[in-house]
């Protein structure tokens, strides 16, 4: 019989966890000095999760100290989960809490070398669709020639629709060297999957679990060895999926594609990696064996 303290035990890599919201509930709330109502809840797709940021988490964080202390937070419930490689997004936001790029840069340089011999963490710049796109153009570049950012991902509606305003970070993001990521085919077809993978010419998706309904574009994810980064209790709770027992990954995974298990915002889900798999395991969907392979395959690439 398997359990979380087994996998907790398993070392693992976390790849889509946006850090201002990637730690526990009742981490959180100490440090803000509320409660959210009827928190952590199933809700209703990402409206109603886009309505408690609004009215909740983005207004507590004002500063530089609360951006440190979130992306802090983030880590230490990371560790104690035993992850030991953590690909966490930070959102082109926090530039202007910290008053530029150099204090941005520097600070996220100052966490990693905080908690270096106990995770390695690998910072990703986050950009959403909607953040005013001068922004965006004035501060990623510079973020990105840093050297510090190991990824870049994308995030928003799952259009077609405005993606030529990104083009050109992508392509430097390339030139760079750093790992593209963009969010897609979670409430997408497998059709706008393949459009985002050839448009930025992506090394992997952050859920992708729309490409399970086209065998072909499954095929395409494998033969290119592109990654799926998914997040099954974010896909159940906002309505993506139906149940764990129903979550398409076991499709995916059969075709070839590779998957990582995340947490995407474990403050809204409120299950570690090492719960997913313990979850995964008990619903049937993978046998405990499957899972520690999978966690395996993807550790150090």
Not at 34 to 44: G, M, Q
Request: aromatic residues 10%; charged residues 25%; negative net charge.
């Amino acid at each position: 019989m398997s359990s979380v303290a087994d996998f907790i035990a398993h070392p693992k890599l976390e790849a889509h966890n946006h850090m201002n919201l990637g730690m526990r509930y009742a981490t959180y709330t100490p440090w803000a000095g509320f409660t959210i109502p009827d928190f952590p809840r199933k809700l209703n797709g990402l409206g109603e999760m886009h309505e408690i940021i609004g009215q909740y988490t983005r207004p507590r964080a004002k500063t530089a100290q609360d951006a440190r202390d979130l992306f802090t937070m983030a880590l230490k419930d990371a560790v104690a989960d035993g992850v030991t490689i953590l690909e966490g997004s930070i959102d082109t936001q926090f530039v202007g809490h910290c008053g530029g790029v150099d204090p941005f840069i520097r600070m996220i340089s100052e966490i990693r070398d905080e908690f270096a011999d106990k995770i390695d963490f690998r910072p990703e710049m986050g950009m959403g669709k909607t953040f005013p796109k001068e922004k965006i153009q004035a501060w990623v570049p510079a973020c990105l020639e840093s050297g510090v950012f190991k990824s870049i991902d994308l995030y928003g509606p799952e259009v077609f629709e405005g993606l030529d305003d990104f083009k050109n970070i992508f392509e430097l993001a390339g030139k760079l060297g750093i790992k593209r990521k963009a969010h897609v085919g979670e409430f997408s077809s497998a059709e706008t999957v393949a459009q985002f993978i050839d448009f930025f010419e992506l090394d992997e998706v952050q859920h992708g679990i729309g490409a399970a309904k086209d065998d072909k574009v499954l095929q395409m994810l494998a033969d290119k060895k592109i990654r799926c980064n998914v997040t099954p209790c974010s896909n159940e709770m906002l309505g993506a999926v139906p149940s764990l027992k129903e979550h398409p990954m076991r499709r995916m995974w059969e075709a070839g594609v590779r998957i990582t298990i995340n947490t995407d915002d474990l403050l809204f889900f409120n299950r570690s990696v090492s719960e997913q798999c313990y979850d995964l395991v008990e619903c049937g969907l993978f046998t405990q064996e499957e899972m520690f392979a999978l966690l395996d395959s993807e550790l150090n690439t």
